[in-house]
């Protein structure tokens, strides 16, 4: 028997409607924002939006955990929701923990002094001025080589002066637009160019060094442009796909380094590695996040070194704070004999290598100012 509320509607007796409570709506609406957000990199679009949510895949499983003890109280159907976003991000990310295999192999022991080459990548944040401890930190660590990304004039005639002696070899190029490079070497160098691959202002820089056994080394040093919310991210894609396309027809063995302003799990980086054949010391061993600094919650892996199949690693290591958004990172690899064990990576079809090099044409005619070029001033404000 039905019974009769004011509204003339019929309820069951005993089942009184019940209205969901005001938490439970803002558990299921949380958990379909963290899912949204999961899910949305995969539609590969380049947009700034789009991109960031591939940055947060850390915090996303972090808050989905999280919440999930919520939403076993207060929501539970919105827990499949979550239990999905965890699987996904979880999925992702794994690779970048000592639970999986690597993919670059660790070198054996006795270590051949002369085929060794340790590299320190460091974005130095344009306005920050406290030369001083970057100075002390290469002082410390003595690498082979020093890339420094977002340097100016300042900024390279503080290194220069430094550290005349121990690195006579240097490749300056400085600039206001926070896309300076600056290259310190022990070891010799030739062939050095330094190119604008893409955007107009946004250099990139190619060099051979050799190694104390005589062996040639092909490196990259690479800082495409950031994504941001209000423009697409295809002048990134774009470079860090032709520096793939052209290392993929190297006869060198290759590192490519820097600032790629992408995180190590994307589709972008990934494809990278297809393009590419390069291999991630990241992959099986940790994320060494380098960027924010100064904010411990919102980390991600932006800084890179890539290597050939020949090079082993004997250590990589995140270095202190050195007023810099980003944290210095350490590379210190071995050149093998012959081809090292690891880890095939896929290569690109041909299908995915016309698309890119269509993508990177359109990109190149397209006139604009670099993404980012007047957000720091002097005094370090943005």
Known sequence: MLRRNRSGAGTLPGRPHRKEPPISILIWCLAGFLLSATLLPFSRIPHGVVQAMDFLRLQILALSVLLAGVALAQAHGAILLLAMAVAINLAIVLKFTPLWRKQSKSAPGPIDAARRLSVLSVNVKQSNRDHDRLIRLIDENEPDVVLALEVDGGWCDALEVAHARR????????????????????????????????????????????????????????????????????????????????????????????????????????????????????????????????????????????????????????????????????????????????????????????????????????????????????????
Do not use: K
Request: proline letters at 7%; a negative charge.
């Open 167 to 382: 690195f006579p070899h240097r490749i300056l190029r400085p600039q206001d637009n926070t896309y300076g490079l600056c290259l310190l070497s022990r070891l010799p160098v030739r062939d050095a160019r330094v190119r604008e691959l893409v955007t107009e202002d946004v250099p990139s820089l190619r060099v051979t060094l050799t190694l104390a056994s005589g062996d040639d080394v092909l490196l990259y040093g690479v800082h495409p442009e950031p994504p941001v919310v209000h423009h697409d991210t295809i002048g990134r894609d774009s470079e860090i796909a032709l520096v793939g396309l052209e290392v993929s027809t190297a006869t060198l063995p290759v590192i490519v380094t820097g600032d790629l302003n992408d995180v190590a799990w994307s589709s972008t980086t990934r494809r990278f590695q297809r393009l590419s054949g390069l291999l991630d010391p990241r992959v099986g061993r940790g994320f060494y996040n380098t960027f924010h600094a100064s904010v411990p919650f919102l980390r991600w892996p932006l800084d890179h070194l890539f290597h050939g199949p020949r090079f082993r690693l004997l250590s990589m290591r995140r270095l202190p704070h050195i007023g810099s958004d980003h944290f210095p990172i350490l590379f210190s690899l071995l050149l093998a004999n012959g081809q090292a064990g690891h880890e095939e990576i896929d290569d690109a079809p041909q299908e995915e290598r016309a698309e890119v090099r269509e993508m990177i044409r359109a990109e190149q005619a397209r006139a604009r100012d670099p993404i980012g070029a007047d957000w720091e001033d002097d005094d370090g404000s943005r």
